[in-house]
């Protein structure tokens, strides 16, 4: 199995929470959770043999999270499925990940997409 970092928790464009900040440990579970919720919308499920995975790593200012796709790389579907979704990061929020986040209370303002 293959890991996949994909370096962020929000789309490209977005700010996201900072860790250090207060309110980090209290919404990266949100935050994640949108972030992947939005990346099966705009790219279907994951195939058999591909899941995404949020890590948890230290760091001198604590633990931060980073999203992940673990994927058989011997398998055609599993591999281009997460290279297509590392190439392709959406920019901004889509209106159902702003709606999770907005009701579960996310403190970080949202991008303006134009």
């Known amino acids: 199995m293959e890991n996949l970092s994909l370096s962020t928790t929000s789309p ?3 700010s996201c929470l900072q860790l250090g900040s207060g309110s980090y440990h209290e919404f990266i579970n949100l935050e994640t959770s949108a972030f992947i919720n939005q990346l099966r919308r ?5 195939p058999q043999g591909c899941q995404f995975k949020v ?3 230290p760091h001198d200012f604590g633990t931060y999270s980073d999203v992940e796709i673990v994927f058989d ?3 055609e579907d599993a591999s281009d499925y997460a290279y297509d979704v590392e190439s392709e990061l959406p ?6 990940a702003k709606e999770e986040l907005i009701r579960g209370g996310y403190p ?3 991008a303006e997409s134009i």
């Open 73 to 75: 790389e011997d398998d």
């Open 91 to 96: 920019e901004y929020w889509d209106d159902e």
């Open 108 to 110: 970080v303002a949202f």
């Open 42 to 46: 705009a790219f279907g499920p994951e």
């Open 55 to 57: 890590t948890k790593n």
């Open 12 to 14: 490209v464009s977005e």
